[in-house]
T-cell receptor
Framework: EPEVTQTPSHQVTQMGQEVILRCVPI?????FYWYRQILGQKVEFLVS????????KSEIFDDQFSVERPDGSNFTLKIRSTKLEDSAMYFC????????????FGDGTRLSIL | QKEVEQNSGPLSVPEGAIASLNCTYS??????FFWYRQYSGKSPELIMF????GDKEDGRFTAQLNKASQYVSLLIRDSQPSDSATYLC????????????FGQGTTLQVKP
C-alpha cells in the first residue's frame, strides 16, 4: 500500500540553526500538509499546499517557516533560525485527488532543538 | 469554546466490549470528519471517515455523524487490547483547503 515517507526520523539541531524536513507524499495525491505535535499536546495544522502554492497557513506558520515542492516527488518544510519551542514531532500528510479525501500521514520527524 | 472537544479519558473497557468515543466541534461549515488512531510515539493512522449524517460501518468500527448537533462519534465493537491507543477526532475545516482540526484525543484502554 502506498505510504507517505518522511526523513529524517529524528533531527537534533542547535538553536538558531536551519533545518529542512523532507517528505515524499503518495504519488497520485495532489494536496500536501504539514502538522506538528508538541509532546503531550494535540496535533496542530501548520500549512496546506496545492498546485505549487500555499492554500492556507496557521498562525504558527510565521516567517521562519517555508515549504517547497522542489520536484515532482518531494515536499519540504524549512525552519530558519530554530527556537527551543520548535521542538516537536512534525508530520507530513497528503490526500487526493479531491480535497475531501482522507489524509494519510507519514511516520513523522522528531525535531529536538538544543 | 474549543474547536474540537473530546473527553481525554482514559476510557477503560473490558476486552470484547463496545467502546464509545465522542466528539463535538464548533465549525458549522465542517462537512468531512475523520477518526485517527495514534499509538504512543507514532503518527496518526486513519480509521474511519464520514461525510453524511447517520452511521457508517467498517468492520468493527462505526462512525456516527449528526451535523445539526455538531456531534460525531466512533464505536468500536468487540474491543481488543490492540485497540488501546488515543483516538483523534478531526473535522475538516470549512475553508476548503483540507485543513484538519484535531481534538486532544481520547485515550482508550482495553483490559484483557
Amino acid at each position: 500500500e502506498p505510504e507517505v515517507t518522511q526523513t529524517p526520523s529524528h533531527q537534533v539541531t542547535q538553536m538558531g540553526q536551519e533545518v529542512i524536513l523532507r517528505c515524499v507524499p503518495i504519488s497520485n495525491h495532489l494536496y500536501f500538509y504539514w502538522y506538528r505535535q508538541i509532546l503531550g499536546q494535540k496535533v496542530e495544522f501548520l500549512v496546506s499546499f496545492y498546485n505549487n502554492e500555499i492554500s492556507e497557513k496557521s498562525e504558527i506558520f510565521d516567517d521562519q517557516f517555508s515549504v517547497e515542492r522542489p520536484d515532482g516527488s518531494n515536499f519540504t518544510l524549512k525552519i530558519r533560525s530554530t527556537k527551543l519551542e520548535d521542538s516537536a514531532m512534525y508530520f507530513c500528510a497528503s490526500s487526493g485527488p479531491g480535497v475531501d479525501q482522507p489524509q494519510h500521514f507519514g511516520d513523522g520527524t522528531r525535531l529536538s532543538i538544543l | 469554546q474549543k474547536e474540537v472537544e473530546q473527553n481525554s479519558g482514559p476510557l477503560s473497557v473490558p476486552e470484547g466490549a463496545i467502546a464509545s468515543l465522542n466528539c463535538t466541534y464548533s465549525d458549522r461549515g465542517s462537512q468531512s470528519f475523520f477518526w485517527y488512531r495514534q499509538y504512543s510515539g507514532k503518527s496518526p493512522e486513519l480509521i474511519m471517515f464520514i461525510y453524511s449524517n447517520g452511521d457508517k460501518e467498517d468492520g468493527r468500527f462505526t462512525a456516527q455523524l449528526n451535523k445539526a448537533s455538531q456531534y460525531v462519534s466512533l464505536l468500536i465493537r468487540d474491543s481488543q487490547p490492540s485497540d488501546s491507543a488515543t483516538y483523534l477526532c478531526a473535522p475538516k475545516g470549512s475553508s476548503n483547503t483540507g485543513k484538519l482540526i484535531f481534538g486532544q484525543g481520547t485515550t482508550l484502554q482495553v483490559k484483557p
